[in-house]
């Protein structure tokens, strides 16, 4: 069962003291068997139409994807779930269970668009093994939260789709989160996504808030893309007058 994986939207590993999270995650599509598609984490509600038009970019509609696979149940993976009317939508069934139980307002919880998940009838439960989809398998990887899964896709080229339970190269090489509910728990957590990665050479690894990785000659952590983002702002009393500015890499204070 062969699974090629592309990268929709690419994870950035960043944050804002006046703006909190940013909230920009890795979504990625997949091709696989028998003419499946599968997205992979949806993206926070602000990513609609950037969405829409990558996956127009390499041909596929929302309406063709035929089964959506959630990690984690925070705002910035889950909330477009239902832009994929068709498909089965696969999320970790004890973090759906712990996610209804949070009080109204709570913090990275969208409340509504959970509760309307656990109410659809295209809604499927995991646990750790099987997804039910030929060619992936999940396991949990807790810590970021509570039932948080990694998806593990079988092709040509493994892929590992890990989303929080380490968000950027930092996270992998030193096993210290910087938003975890349990330290120590989610240590294990990165300590087992290290070791699975590195069980079969050349497998890619997709983490929540960061470029597309794989295992470098050294056996470190290295980018197999470059980062690309950049913000545009009007300051002034026109519309023509864009300011932009470039956050791809390091180099700011």
Known sequence: MSWSVETLIQGYPGKSKQ???????????????EGRIAVLDTGRSGARRLILDKLKAVGVAADAVTDVLVTHLHYDHVENWSMFRKALIHVPGAELDYALRQPEGAPLWPEFCIRALAESPRMRRLVEGD??????????????????LVFVLEGAVRTIFSADVAKNRAELATGVADMTMDPVVH???IARLNAVWRERPGTVLLPGHDVALRIGADGRPEAMEKRVLDIQAWFGASLDEVTKFDVTETGAT
Do not use: K, N
Request: glycine share 20%; charged share 10%.
């Open 131 to 148: 997804t039910g989809v030929p060619g992936i398998t999940c396991f949990e990887a807790p810590g970021h939260s509570p039932h948080h």
């Open 19 to 33: 703006q909190g999270g940013l909230g920009f995650s890795t979504v990625a599509l997949a091709r696989g068997p």
């Open 187 to 189: 240590r294990a957590s």
